[in-house]
């Protein structure tokens, strides 16, 4: 139905007009689509890929060198366990060899022996539960290390579990070797004319000391029972048995401080080196640390940077789509503002005129089209009945033809809307559409007034 109550013949020239222009605009729309947008996305998906194997590999890198630390301090724990076994074999070696008779005619090598016999530095089982505990940390990082994307960073409680191992071992490490160079230096300083197979063995001294040390002990404990038991004996007697055990007892208190004061003298030059040695490896590790650090901050702040070049790219995808959406949609709009049909349909309100609705009595000096803005204000195009009535009245009220307004067509629909037929009415809905939809688009072309 046309807006003057005439129906449109199949194939007749507005079905073959509207059809031309439909087409028209799919044929818009389709130039719009460019591979612009597609390369666009391409190069920005090759980007993000680029940046991701980039971070994957400095992870990788990052986490090979906390696998290789851990693989250094296991070896190192391999190496003091070696060098304990071995300091052990020594000992036990020196009770019957020669170089062990040669210790035992030095009373302060002697002494010094029995001090490394008696105090072992460290024990097998220390070794063997941070052995264990270095095993572990290192298979999970080999494991890591397997797989395709590797997304572990070691932790701060783990990396300094690993270093006070380290040091654990280094510290003991180098105690086992001054130890051992301690045994080749009081062997060299021997005396090379000693008959050695007129001496006896480290271990028979050995047992010879234990066993006067415990008769020393022995002959204390029974010399006070005897004193209490024989009070007869005369003072000369008491004074020289007492005399004898405070010798005795002095003697092996002199060879007790001068071995005393040997190994004091010799932990104090051995604390010198290790305080200089630990000041070099705590310098060594906070420089590792920082450059560790430093590289982890740097992988965090690429991450950050790739994520904001990301997202500032979705925000200009997303504006050059809402442009290109935009542009599309008006040209569409444009094409429909342009069909003849739409344009019969609005004929009241797009024919210059001196009518105006809104201006007390409609009169208006200017011939122009219906003004856009004085219909939506005065409610015409509100989708409601009262919005219809008011739309209604402009299109068809016969005060226009008396004189103010004779040359806008008029609909020639009743001026009620209760009066309308039931496709009048569906005509008068669709006016009203295409004046909400088109309106800003009739304005701009100069359909419609301002």
Request: aromatic share 4%; hydrophobic share 35%.
């Amino acid at each position: 139905m046309s807006a003057f109550g005439c129906k449109l013949r199949p194939g007749g020239p507005g079905i073959i007009m509207l059809l031309a222009a439909m087409l028209g605009a799919g044929v818009v729309r389709a130039q719009n689509v460019t591979p612009s947008g597609v390369e666009d996305e391409a190069r920005r998906a090759e980007r993000e890929r680029r940046q991701k194997e980039e971070q994957d590999q400095r992870t990788r890198r990052l986490v090979q060198q906390f696998a290789d630390q851990v693989q250094s301090t296991c070896d190192l724990l391999d190496r003091l366990e070696t060098r304990t076994k071995e300091l052990t074999g020594r000992l036990e070696g020196l009770e019957t060899s020669d170089d062990g008779k040669k210790i035992a005619q030095n009373e302060a090598a002697f002494m010094a022996y029995l001090r490394l016999m008696e105090t072992p530095i460290v024990m097998p089982q220390q070794i063997s539960t941070r052995r264990k505990s270095t095993d572990s940390i290192l298979s999970n990082l080999k494991t890591e290390l397997k797989r395709d994307n590797v997304g572990f960073l070691p932790d701060e409680t783990m990396q300094s579990e690993v270093k006070e191992s380290e040091f654990w071992a280094k510290e003991r490490l180098g105690l086992i070797l001054e130890q051992i160079n301690w045994i080749d230096a009081a062997i060299a300083k021997a005396p090379k004319d000693l008959d050695l197979s007129a001496l006896k063995t480290l271990k028979d001294v050995r047992n010879e000391y234990d066993a006067q040390r415990m008769l020393l002990w022995g002959k204390a404990r029974a010399s006070g029972e005897e004193k209490a038991r024989t009070e007869s004996k005369t003072m000369i007697e008491e004074t020289a048995h007492e005399a004898e055990l405070k010798r005795a007892a002095a003697e092996a208190e002199r060879l007790l401080k001068e071995t005393k004061a040997q190994l004091d003298s010799m932990r104090v030059e051995f604390e010198a080196r290790m305080k200089e040695r630990e000041a070099e490896e705590q310098r060594r590790a906070a420089d590792a640390e920082k450059r560790y650090q430093d590289e982890i901050a740097s992988v965090r702040r690429e991450l950050e940077l790739a994520k904001a070049e990301r997202d500032k790219a979705d925000v200009e995808a997303q504006i050059k789509r809402d442009k290109i959406t935009a542009e599309a949609r008006k040209k569409e709009l444009t094409q429909k503002a342009e069909d003849p049909q739409v344009l019969a349909l609005l004929a009241p309100f797009t024919t210059k005129g001196y009518w105006q609705p809104g201006v007390a009595r409609g009169q208006s000096v200017d011939l122009a089209p219906v003004s856009f803005s004085k219909l939506r204000s005065i409610g015409a195009l509100a989708p409601n009945a009262d919005g219809l009535q008011k739309l209604l009245t402009c299109a068809t009220n016969e005060y226009h033809k008396k004189g103010h307004d004779q040359v806008r067509p008029r609909w020639s629909y009743p001026p009620r809307l209760r009066d309308l037929k039931p496709e009048q009415l569906e005509e008068l809905k669709k006016a009203q559409g295409y004046l909400n939809e088109l309106g800003d688009i009739l304005v701009e072309q100069g359909q419609l007034s301002r």
